[in-house]
């Protein structure tokens, strides 16, 4: 069963979170298990939704990719992270947001 994943970074500003997001790759090399993300700022930091096939296949990135780069770039606060069970997914903007495709992957 997916999970959905709500993590609260502290801190974290726009550049530093564009600057993972190019070094991590994780939309050139999406991650096993890697199905959503969504990530806004407001003035306190950096708030992500994602969606992931598993807990486990999360933390493998968080451990292998996420942190190693987080670490590089001198970045010490650790994020809120809370996890939870999904229960239904609808997207009905989907095809508003991407655009119109034959089937969902």
């Known amino acids: 069963m997916p999970v959905l994943i709500q993590m609260f970074w502290e801190g974290i500003k726009p550049e530093q979170y564009e600057s993972l997001r190019s070094s991590v790759n994780w939309e050139g090399n999406t991650p096993k298990g890697a199905l959503f993300h969504v990530s806004a700022f407001d003035k306190r930091g950096v708030h992500v939704v994602d969606m992931w096939d598993s807990a486990q296949e999360f933390n493998t990135f968080v451990e292998k990719r996420l942190m190693p780069?987080?670490?590089k770039m001198g970045i010490t606060d650790l994020p809120q992270v809370?996890?939870?069970?999904?229960?239904h997914t609808h997207i009905p903007?989907?095809?508003?947001?991407?655009?119109?495709v034959d089937q969902m992957t």
């Open 69 to 71: 780069e987080v670490k």
């Open 82 to 87: 809370e996890t939870y069970n999904s229960h």
């Open 93 to 100: 903007g989907y095809h508003k947001i991407f655009g119109k």
